[in-house]
């Protein structure tokens, strides 16, 4: 049976460490459970707005939530077929992303060691594209099971129905938020081929005398939750989500407009021609990294970072997000856009 909560501390679903409260929370584990939480919901609960979470790694609370959140506690990892190349794995949308990692790992299952130690949960994973040291989320994904929150129907997504992009899915857009994710099908490679794309996890691997041809996937997963480890603050000492705001994707004028003006300005030529620009880069040349407003900070180690110095309300952090994105509006005439879901304001 499912279980709720109602006036529900959000401190353990927030890794940004803000003290709210929700009306209720709703917790299943399994697709049935979901259609009774939602029959529920509908009976108990309506007019309210339902809001369905992960391991909260994503989401900054502004106030009280009023409404309903719902999550899941599908917690079972099932190898559902296998080829010579090829394993397939049906994994609940509950089970803690970097569990998953380890999982697949230990099992010489290859695909996701790149994406080892993002907080979040396996269906939030899907949702948001994650993504790190060239490797993406949709680049292991088949399918993705859903349960619709208005009607409580089945569906079933294909990759290409999820229009995946850059931190990006249908499951983002007005007509995909009614999809809560049940389970996601991933397809791993049996066979180890390392993705050293990012010339940080080459770094490390030199540094520590592995030569290329013997890497594993165990010394990719040790090298990024190194990298990790060193740049990202741990949500347990100093509460963060993570990235808060998506890297900027300009046009080619635009790159070229601001390269000839600032000639270190780190860049990615993307395969449609854009350009992508780190947004820690823009904010630190702002001169905001390390650099407080209120209970907030920007992260000393990566700029694209903020974080709860302790005690701060999702208002602190936001009046901080505004700060930093004003600055580097003025400076550089770019936009940010949070990745982190803002629940309770709008971002202008
Ligand atoms: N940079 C700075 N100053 C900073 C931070 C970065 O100049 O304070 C520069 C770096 O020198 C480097 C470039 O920006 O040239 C890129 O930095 P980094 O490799 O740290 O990656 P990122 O673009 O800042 C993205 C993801 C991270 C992911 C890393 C590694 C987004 C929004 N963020 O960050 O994802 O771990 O790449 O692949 O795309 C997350 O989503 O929560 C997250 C941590």
Avoid at 129 to 158: L, P, Q, R, W
Wanted: charged residues 20%; glycine residues 10%.
């Amino acid at each position: 049976m499912f279980t709720e909560q109602y006036d529900c501390p959000l401190l353990a679903h927030n890794t940004f460490g803000v003290e709210a409260k929700a009306y209720c929370l709703l917790t299943y584990a399994s697709e049935d459970e979901l259609k009774a939480v939602l029959a529920h919901v509908g009976q108990q609960h309506t007019g309210r707005p339902l809001l369905h979470i992960g391991g909260g790694s994503n989401l900054l609370f502004l106030s009280d939530y009023e409404g309903v959140l719902l999550h899941s506690a599908i917690h079972t990892v099932e190898v559902t077929g296998q080829t010579e190349e090829h394993v397939f794995l049906r994994v609940g949308a509950g089970v803690v992303w970097d569990d998953f990692v380890e999982y697949c790992v230990e099992n010489h299952y290859y695909g996701v060691e790149n994406l080892s130690l993002i907080p979040g949960e396996v269906g939030a994973a899907a949702v948001q594209n994650i993504g790190a040291y060239g490797a993406e989320a949709k680049d292991v994904i088949e399918t993705v099971e859903t349960i619709s929150m208005e009607d409580a129907s089945k569906h079933v997504f294909t990759n290409a129905d999820c229009a995946y992009g850059y931190r990006k899915s249908f499951f983002k857009t007005g007509e995909g938020r009614q999809y809560a994710v049940t389970y996601v099908n991933f397809k791993l490679n049996r066979l180890f081929i390392p993705n050293m794309a990012y010339g940080g996890i080459r770094a490390v691997l030199e540094e520590k005398g592995i030569p290329s041809d013997e890497v594993t996937a165990a010394d990719v997963r040790r090298a990024v939750i190194g990298i990790r480890r060193s740049k990202l603050p741990d949500p347990c000492e100093l509460g963060n989500a993570g990235s808060f705001f998506m890297n900027p994707v300009v046009g080619r004028d635009v790159y070229e407009r601001l390269s000839a003006k600032w000639h270190d300005m780190p860049y990615y030529i993307l395969e449609n021609g854009q350009v992508k620009i780190p947004a820690g880069w823009l904010i630190e040349q702002c001169g905001w990294k390390g650099r407080p407003l209120g209970r907030a900070a920007v992260h000393d180690k990566q700029a694209l970072v903020l974080v709860n110095k302790g005690g701060a309300t999702g208002r602190d952090i936001l009046a901080l997000c505004e700060a930093v994105r004003s600055d580097v509006r003025q400076k550089f005439g770019i936009d940010l856009r949070p990745e982190v879901n803002i629940i309770g304001g709008m971002v202008k």
